[in-house]
C-alpha cells in the first residue's frame, strides 16, 4: 500500500502523466503551476505518493468578492460600506481519473478548508471560501459540502462562519 501526503507542489514531482479528464485542469498542473507559484499567484499543494507521483492538486489565493453576490441572509449580518469583502479561492480542484472513487477529492477540499481557516484564524482576514466550477459535475460536487451557488455570478461560496464549525474545536 503506497503513502499519500498533501504537499506544496515542488521540482521533485512527477506531474506530467496527470489526467483528470478536464485538459484545462491537465494543462495548468503540467505547465502552469509552477509559474504561478514563483510569481506569488497562487500556492499549489498537490497529493502524491511515496514516489512524488502527483495524483490529485488544488490552488489557493486570495481574492475578493463583491458584497451584491452575497445571499441577503449574510448580507445583512456585514458592515454595508464594505462593496467587496475578502475571501479564499480554491482557484482549481482535481483528481487524476485513475483514482477517482477514492475520496482524494474530498481529503484535497477538506485540507484547502482546513488551511484556507488556519490562514483566516491567524493571518489574513478572509469571510469565505469562493469556488469556480469548471461544470455541473463540480457544482454537484461543492454542493455536497454545502457550498452556495452564487447565480448572478456562477462561483459558490462556504462562508468561513461554517467552515469554522469543522475545524474549531
Not at 499567484?41 to 489565493?61: I, M, N, Q
Not at 482549481?92 to 488551511?115: Q, S, T, Y
Not at 459535475?137 to 464549525?165: C, E, H
Request: glycine fraction near 6%; charge should be neutral; include cysteine.
Amino acid at each position: 500500500m503506497k503513502n499519500y501526503a498533501i504537499v506544496p507542489l515542488d521540482t521533485s514531482h512527477y506531474k506530467s502523466e496527470f489526467n483528470c479528464g478536464q485538459p484545462m485542469l491537465d494543462n495548468y498542473l503540467i505547465k502552469q503551476a509552477k509559474q504561478d507559484v514563483k510569481r506569488k499567484l497562487s500556492v499549489c499543494f498537490v497529493l502524491a505518493d511515496s514516489e512524488g507521483v502527483v495524483w490529485g492538486f488544488y490552488t489557493l489565493s486570495s481574492t475578493s468578492i463583491s458584497l451584491k453576490f452575497i445571499p441577503e441572509e449574510i448580507r445583512k449580518k456585514l458592515p454595508p460600506n464594505y462593496h467587496d469583502l475578502p475571501a479564499t479561492l480554491i482557484g482549481r480542484l482535481a483528481v487524476d481519473k485513475k483514482m477517482a472513487g477514492n475520496g482524494f477529492g474530498e481529503l484535497l477540499l477538506v485540507d484547502a478548508l482546513k488551511k484556507s481557516f488556519e490562514t483566516v484564524s491567524s493571518s489574513i482576514g478572509s469571510m469565505a471560501v469562493i469556488v469556480d466550477p469548471i461544470d455541473d459535475n463540480a457544482v454537484r460536487f461543492y454542493q455536497k459540502y454545502g457550498f452556495i451557488l452564487l447565480p448572478d455570478s456562477g462561483k459558490m461560496f462556504l462562508p468561513m462562519a461554517t467552515i469554522s464549525l469543522l475545524f474549531d474545536a
